[in-house]
């Protein structure tokens, strides 16, 4: 109990009390003067000590329950949690979640997140179509679009996708809020309390995240060098009924494999065999690098099995929160509703200038653009990792980040890595039970080339560190 | 059977045949050729009738039983259904959801929804604070925001919420891609599985279908003059645990009903005593022609039990997907997280936009703008409608709708006021169960001094019409 005989809280202070506790709470614990595991006081307790209303220690202890800090025991009192995964979410999918202080993220070097670094925008062009589409629309751009999304939109996506490989309906095509909202309406529309959904091992947890929210079991099978572990899988499918296989078929997140042909065919085969749906989540296919085509699973998709959602944050303008569903018939008419129902329908100012973006050729150009400098990236941070010995990676020939394995727990090279001002993703982030894994992800798409030699200059010399002493 | 005689597809059209199906097939049950309960012929002897391949029919008739045309009974068949809720989705709350054509919207004059006409949209003040935006903020305007808000909109927000007498935290401030995303994140946060959800009867039923998505339980209390009848209300409370209360407190969605003060209190002690939450949208509090106050029900909220969703849909422009949720500290970590995992944020942009429109008092501008405008179509309305002897209202001194009474159950009124080219919204659209009812709402959002003098003219001679031959 003595560390709690300090604590002084200032009575005229704009901060309220509560959150003035939790922050020295909080400190005390980040620092390690109360230990994992630790009891603190009970509410009574604390509040007669530093003689503030009990509702003041409730609401501290609560805030630093729903932040991780802490943990109940039923019966037994209030204790320290673990504080591993606090460390980890600095470098989880969101670097802008609202728990991760700015400064925090201000790193010199960001390799964690796959997020492009705003130079890279299209800004000036943006700006020409927003105020082309405020004098052609006016007071239309304002008003409330069809949950489907803006037709012309749907059209010229349709078209753009027909150049990917995609035939498709203009139909069974809906503009939503980003690959984010997209999978959330899916798992409204197919997942219901204990279906069972498969996932990728390791994943997007944000994916999971939602499946989770439903009331739904997940089930993980292991990515291998050419996709998902289809034996594996289908063991589970011949178990029980699966309601949707979540996957990224090309440079996958994080693993950056992409799915052999053969793969992607064989997928699709069990999801009609075994009747349930694939979705897929397409974030990068533009980004080929090789003479080899990519092709998305929906372009293989003969029996109408494949949900392809394809979201534009990665390879355009995150901000703007567009993505695209290609539904097979049967529910597309319900993710309209779900659409309706969730938030009626995407700003409709967007998605007339993104359209019009599109007629304009200008998405090629800044696609086109976009490449080359994610090549050149690419070709020297592969470059510079054959350089550290001590780590293994497979060529990704595309996309925007490599996975590396080394003999040591990632979570050590991050925490090593964050002391010298460079942020990259350990794997256990990637697994929902936050399991020790000697993989991390580091992406290039918020690094220039100064950025990728200095940062994998730096990350060499910590693996050179860190074997020394042992 | 002789129906399907005349059936012709037509093999070089570009539509696919499946939709040709449909459309005639449809046709043929609105024109009443097919009477309701009245048996289809099945897949197979239709497909043999028509020389297509099973899959045409099988795609057809499901997309006539998604859109509520026919009904299956297992065992016997597929069957037409009546005919009455497809004629009233034209005139529910969302005019532009996907299942209804564009020209059956378009009629003269538009007493049914509550969205304002676009001549109404401030475009050049908001074009003009966009451009501004874009130059000042560049690249950043295109980039993720946190997905509890941008700061200083949240900070604007506050600002002019404690105008409106609701104190609160900045950190208890989200916001939303409109009230119903508000909607359907309080119920990913607080609403599961079999909970008890308690709604006002009659109420917005959009609200309503996101709760039973949740697998919620939807209890409905009847409102009565100055509110929800909170003695049934309590009955409920004792009797199960309820996780939330949903209510619009001022000019009520459909009844245009004020809650008395002494209500409102009430309400919000039984919140207290019964350990629940009530979920108050706010759409038009602004819009008040009294003296008398209207207080939101935040603003009397001793004891943090009022989730305060405010939306900008009905006294902004509905297209930018702008709303606000003001929350208990309880729930307000968990919301952003819902948030976050839902869509990741709101529109950089836009929200921008809206903060450089609040901070130079162009909003202030708009509102009363917006009021005089309202507050003349209202005694316009109200003058009009006490010429209609054979119906019932009262006075909502404020908003935008009124509700009113006959003798005659509305549908009937509906369906000739769409015969001569005016929409109103018939209760049974804000029943779950489309009960008859013989109360409508008219607004008055879509419609000027013309309109309305025009439209009740005619409602008039419909009332006067459909008594005659009684």
């Known amino acids: 109990m003595k560390f709690y005989e300090n604590i002084k809280?200032?009575?005229?202070?704009?901060?309220?009390?509560?959150?003035?506790?939790?922050?020295?709470?909080?400190?005390?614990?980040?620092?390690?003067?109360?230990?994992?595991?630790e009891k603190l006081p009970t509410i009574r307790e604390l509040s007669k000590k530093l003689s503030v209303n009990t509702v003041t220690v409730v609401n501290a202890y609560k805030l630093l329950e729903q932040k991780g800090y802490i943990y109940t025991k039923v019966g037994s009192g209030t204790f320290v949690s673990k504080q591993n995964d606090e460390k980890i979410q600095v470098f989880s999918e969101n670097p802008l979640a609202t728990n991760i202080k700015r400064e925090e993220i201000n790193l010199g070097i960001n390799f964690s997140t796959l997020t492009p670094q705003s130079s890279l925008f299209p800004v000036e062009d943006f700006k020409f179509v927003i105020n082309r589409i405020l004098d052609r629309d006016g007071a239309s751009a304002f008003n409330y679009v069809e949950p489907q999304g803006y037709f012309p939109l749907r059209e010229s996506i349709w078209k753009y996708l027909r150049e990917c490989g995609v035939e498709c309906e203009i139909d069974n095509i809906s503009i939503v809020s980003g690959a984010q909202q997209g999978i959330d309406l899916v798992a409204k529309v197919l997942v219901n309390f204990n279906d069972a959904i498969v996932v990728e091992s390791p994943t997007y947890t944000g994916a999971a995240a939602i499946f989770k929210n439903r009331g739904a079991n997940i089930i993980e099978i292991p990515i291998k060098e050419d996709g998902l572990d289809l034996d594996e899988l289908e063991d589970v499918l011949k178990k029980q009924r699966v309601k949707l296989i979540y996957v990224m078929p090309n440079y996958q997140n994080p693993t950056s494999i992409t799915y052999s042909l053969e793969k992607k065919l064989e997928l699709i085969n069990l999801a009609l065999k075994y009747n349930t749906y694939i979705l897929e989540d397409d974030f990068l296919t533009e980004i080929n690098f090789s003479k080899k085509p990519n092709e998305p699973l929906k372009t293989l998709d003969f029996c109408d099995r494949v949900i392809f959602i394809k979201s534009f944050s990665k390879i355009f303008m995150p901000g703007l929160r567009l993505a695209v569903i290609v539904s097979p018939f049967n529910i597309s008419r319900n993710l309209v509703f779900a659409k309706q129902n969730t938030d009626?329908?995407?700003?409709?100012?967007?998605?007339?200038?993104?359209?019009?973006?599109?007629?304009?050729?200008?998405?090629?150009?800044?696609?086109?653009?976009?490449?080359?400098?994610?090549?050149?990236?690419?070709?020297?941070?592969?470059?510079?990792?054959?350089?550290?010995k001590d780590i293994r990676f497979k060529d990704p020939k595309g996309g925007i980040h490599f996975w590396i394995e080394s003999e040591l727990d990632a979570t050590i090279i991050a925490y090593n890595a964050k002391k010298r001002g460079i942020a990259i993703a350990p794997g256990r982030a990637f697994y929902f039970d936050s399991r020790s894994s000697n993989n991390f992800r580091l992406s290039f798409a918020q690094t220039d080339y100064d950025d990728i030699t200095n940062g994998i200059n730096i990350l060499k010399e910590i693996f050179d560190e860190i074997k020394m002493p042992g």
Chains 1, 2 share one sequence.
């Open 9 to 37: 809280l200032d009575e005229f202070s704009s901060e309220p009390k509560y959150i003035q506790l939790y922050e020295i709470l909080k400190n005390l614990i980040e620092e390690g003067a109360i230990k994992p595991d």
């Open 344 to 388: 009626i329908s995407t700003s409709g100012l967007i998605q007339r200038a993104f359209d019009l973006y599109l007629r304009e050729g200008l998405w090629t150009r800044h696609l086109n653009n976009l490449k080359d400098i994610y090549y050149k990236r690419y070709c020297l941070m592969k470059e510079k990792l054959s350089e550290i």
